[in-house]
T-cell receptor, first 115, second 109 residues
């Protein structure tokens, strides 16, 4: 059973460009979470999605960031007009049920560098 | 939100030594997980342990939910154990993980 997959593993963008991060959950998992690890702030929750629904985006910056988890295909975290402060590691996690009682399984992360 | 405190912040060990990492949390939880972030930055799931005791090789963990703490034991440490160990919890009636600041472990040969 393959684990959570994320791509790309490393992404370099110039200021003002768009970044698209992809996450394929474990087989049979319908819940996806995105977390961000900033150098001085630790790991923080960004957004929780189920298929075709955003359940909680309270941890996501209000501007430039969006997330989706379509019926078919991976979950996408999109960052428009990136700035240097967006440089971070972005982790995706999945669970078979809602996270209230279930273990969340993490992908290897995407390291975004904004030049 | 829930507070998650890990101690010690840094730990230097000689290969073969044993150690205990602690995680205190400020509210009741449904989920507690321990992770190891290796030098390449990957987060490795170690334990899902909202209560009780589990063992996996040289690692074991105990969570006492009523007293709001969890312990991670590393026995006979190896250099490959180096990295940052995170504790993360899901508060009751919630679903998002809240992470502690981590314990940085360095194992010297």
């Amino acid at each position: 059973n393959a684990g959570v997959m994320q791509n790309p593993r490393h992404l370099v963008r110039r200021r003002g460009q768009e970044a698209r991060l992809r996450c394929s959950p474990m087989k049979g998992h319908s819940h996806v979470y995105w977390y961000r690890q900033l150098p001085e702030e630790g790991l923080k929750f960004m957004v929780y999605l189920q298929k075709e629904n955003i359940i909680d985006e309270s941890g996501m910056p209000k501007e430039r960031f969006s997330a989706e988890f379509p019926k078919e295909g991976p979950s996408i975290l999109r960052i428009q007009q990136v700035v240097r402060g967006d440089s971070a590691a972005y982790f995706c996690a999945s669970s078979p049920d809602g996270g209230w009682y279930g273990e969340q399984f993490f992908g290897p992360g995407t390291r975004l560098t904004v030049l | 939100g829930i507070q998650v405190e890990q101690s010690p912040p840094d730990l230097i060990l000689q290969e073969g030594a044993n150690s205990t990492l602690r995680c205190n949390f400020s509210d009741s939880v449904n989920n507690l997980q321990w992770f190891h972030q290796n030098p390449w930055g990957q987060l490795i799931n170690l334990f899902y342990i909202p209560s009780g005791t589990k063992q996996n090789g040289r690692l074991s963990a105990t969570t006492v939910a009523t007293e709001r703490y969890s312990l991670l034991y590393i026995s006979s440490s190896q250099t490959t154990d180096s990295g940052v160990y995170f504790c993360a919890v899901v508060r009751s009636n919630d679903y998002k993980l809240s992470f502690g600041a981590g314990t940085t472990v360095t194992v010297r040969a």
